[in-house]
């Protein structure tokens, strides 16, 4: 019983940065679907060499791992700062200002 538990959180850190990205899209792109979704083989390969299978009593717990991760993610990227991007260094964010001439 404790496997399930190891994998619950590798699937929730998994998503973190998967529901980090989600969280800055625009719903129901191709990109959004991608953030979603591109996770689950990862958890696949996780279940299989965890040795948990497919068993039916894993799934609640897996299933709420998985979107508390996208859920997390989400939060995190919505309670930081945007970033501000500086247009004469080419868009790298967060740039030192110019100096002031002498």
Not at 52 to 67: C, D, H, K, M
């Amino acid at each position: 019983m404790h496997t399930v538990w190891i994998v619950a959180v590798t699937v929730t850190a998994v998503n973190l940065p998967f529901g980090f990205w989600r969280a800055g899209l625009r719903r129901f792109t191709v990109a959004w679907f991608v953030a979603v979704h591109a996770p689950v083989p990862i958890v696949v390969v996780l279940r299989i060499f965890s040795g948990l299978g497919f068993q039916i009593s894993t799934v609640p717990i897996l299933v709420t791992a998985y979107f508390m991760g996208q859920f997390v993610g989400g939060r995190i990227r919505r309670s930081t700062p945007p970033r501000r991007a500086d247009r004469r260094s080419g868009g790298q964010a967060d740039s030192p200002p110019p100096l002031p001439p002498n």
